[in-house]
Each structure stands twice: as C-alpha cells, then as structure tokens.
C-alpha cells in the first residue's frame, strides 16, 4: 500500500484538515492517477457536514477529478503511463445486474460504490475522493479527457457535465428544439452550454435578473424570471423539454404550463424535502412527463468528454488553492460562486 494525502473533515462540525491515508495497492485492472485539479461540488459540502445523514468519518471529499496515470495494472490496456484522464461520481458498480449490463452503472441494482463516503471492497472501510493527492481506480470507471481542454475546466464535466448531459441525451434533444434550464448554477451552465451546442434553443429560467446577462454569454437565447407571472405567461406552450437543476423544493406547475403536449420537466437537482405535488389536470391533457435522472454512466460521460472536445465546452470555474477549502465552503453555500471552485493539487504538494 501506498500513503497518500489529502484534506479530511473528521466530523460534521470540524473544518477539512491535512490527513494521511493508505490507497489500496494496483491490482490488474487498476490505474493510479496523480490529481491535478479536483472540482468541489455542492455535495461536497453537504456530505463533509452530514447534512444528508450519511456521512462516515474521517470523510475526504471530491469526485470532479482530472490527472495523470501514473501506474498501470498487468490487464490495463484502455489507458497509458502519462495519459490524462478523470473519474467521477462512482467508482464500481456490480457488475452483473440488468443496469450494468446495459451500461447504466449509475442505475446499478445494488447501488454503485461512490468516489468517496462509499464502500471500499478491496482494503475495507470507506472510499476517499479527490481532494488528495492520488486515487486508484478500476480502469472500467476511468474516462480519457481531452488534452487540449483546459484541464481544470475539465474537472466539473466529471459530475455537472455529465449529470446534465445523460438527460439531453436520453429525451434526444435536437437542433430545432426548444429546451428551458431552471437555475443557472453549476449544473444550469453547463446544461445552458451543452443544450446549446447541441443546436437546442436555450430559455433559462431564474428568479434572479442579474444572470440574465451571463446566460444569454454561455448562450441562451431568452431569459424568464420565473417570478413575473406575465413573462412566464408568455413562453406558456413553448418548450419541448426542461432540465430543472435547482436543488430546493419549489412549485413545478408554473413551469410545466411552458411545456407543449408531450413536453418532459426533468428533475436533476436533488431537494432537501419533497417537492410539491404538482397538478394532474394539465399533465393529463397534455401528455406531460415529470422524471428524474442521477448523473451518466461511464459511457455517457466519454462521450460527453468527447463532445466537449470538439466542440470547445468546459467549465467556467474559480481555481484555489486546498487551503481555501473552507472559504471556498462558504462562498458556495451563499451562491457566490460563477460557476465552480476547482482545487489546484499542486497546492497540496507544495
């Protein structure tokens, strides 16, 4: 086994701190990746102060992680010493279940071993993320990233990107299509890029008037305040598909009134209590759809990475340092952030 090092939060009310851990030797299948940038996630935040109750300790943060394999496994031969590279949400699924079998690892039937707060089989005890200074992980769980991207930029993709990419693609979105963002935080910009690039045109909903500046620059085409009864009034009927990336429980009817027969609301922002019940008598009459979707599968985020390289699309983020890591907490936690914070690791070793 090899040491390696990080930031750790020992308890829900102790600030993320240095910590030594051990990593779990190579094996065959496996790679072992210097970090480079981590993002820092709003899940972050909620796990490393159990706000979610299911929090174990010592907890080390971060699935948003881009570096470089370092060391291969006998039977790696999907990536290269040298090669940059990123893992995300999970780390290992079954394996043997129908959703794993499909490719849908994210569905597993036994739930798939998260990045960090999970199960980890090898060593025993819990997983530890990205905020650290290496990760080993299966080769089947790591995705190549795109040289020319700019790799702290990446770094988000790994969970924000594809979380709002698996939706886009599952309901098929195509030039031509009319498709509202709800929320224009980590998730909403990149939905607002992504739908964009894909030849959608873009309304972003949000009950704050000063982004509508930012999301018609990331490329939307209009902008709602989801507040005025009148504007809202006026998309009524419009749109084909809406992701709602806000992850606060809020009424749903005024937005699937924008939706036209046969429109999808997509749920992709997690609540801390329930959502409203929304009113059946439109969804009837119009053949509406509310659905939920939880990040992508291996294979949709390679593609999503792909698609991203060729069409230029990363993240807008702020980089720190590992020692601002509880500042970074705060400002997130109050929504000022444009659009993600992303760890530098050097910073750790320095």
């Known amino acids: 086994m090899k040491t390696s090092y990080g930031y750790a939060a020992q308890s829900a009310d102790a600030p993320l701190a240095p910590f030594h851990f051990d990593r779990r030797p190579v094996g065959a299948d496996d790679v072992r990746i210097e970090i480079e940038f981590c993002g820092v996630c709003h899940s972050d935040l909620h796990m490393a102060r159990n706000e979610w109750n299911m ?35 999970m780390v290992d699924s079954c394996g043997q279940c129908g959703q794993c079998r499909e490719g849908e690892e994210q569905y597993c039937d036994a739930g798939f071993t998260a990045t960090y707060n999970g199960e980890e089989k090898i060593l025993g005890g819990t997983t530890f993320g990205g905020y650290a200074n290496d990760i080993v992980v299966s080769q089947n769980f790591v995705v190549s990233v795109p040289e020319h991207l700019d790799a702290a930029a990446v770094a ?68 709602v305040i989801s507040r005025d009864a009148e504007q809202m009034a006026a998309v009524a009927n419009s749109l084909d598909l809406i992701l709602n990336c806000v992850a606060a429980p809020h009424d749903l009817n005024p937005y699937l009134a924008t939706l036209k027969s046969n429109g999808s609301l997509i749920l992709v922002g997690i609540p801390d209590s329930p959502h409203a019940a929304p009113e059946i008598t439109p969804m009837v009459f119009k053949r509406l759809s509310i659905a939920g979707t939880s990040i992508g599968s291996i294979r949709e985020t390679q593609e999503m990475l792909d698609f991203c390289g060729e069409h230029g699309i990363t993240a807008d983020v702020e980089v720190i340092s ?18 993600r914070f992303v760890i530098d690791m050097n910073s750790l070793r320095a």
Not at 173 to 182: A, F, I, L, W
Not at 202 to 211: A, C, D, E, I, Q
Not at 322 to 337: K, L, P, W
């Open 55 to 89: 929090s174990r300790y010592p907890l080390v943060p971060g699935h948003e992680i881009v570096g470089r394999v370092t060391h291969a496994g006998a039977n790696v031969s999907r990536f290269q010493i040298g090669q940059r590279v990123g893992v995300g949400v």
């Open 156 to 223: 988000p993709l790994l969970c924000a990107g594809v979380t709002t990419w698996s939706p886009l693609k599952h309901w098929n979105v195509r030039p031509g299509q009319r498709v509202g963002v709800v929320g224009l935080g980590g998730l909403g910009h990149m939905a607002v890029k992504l739908a964009t690039a894909m030849g959608a045109e873009v309304v972003l909903f949000t009950t704050s008037p000063h982004k509508g500046e930012d999301a018609l620059r990331l490329g939307a085409k209009q902008v």
């Open 322 to 339: 590992i020692d601002n890591i509880e500042q970074a907490f705060t400002r997130m936690s109050r929504g000022d952030v444009k659009y």
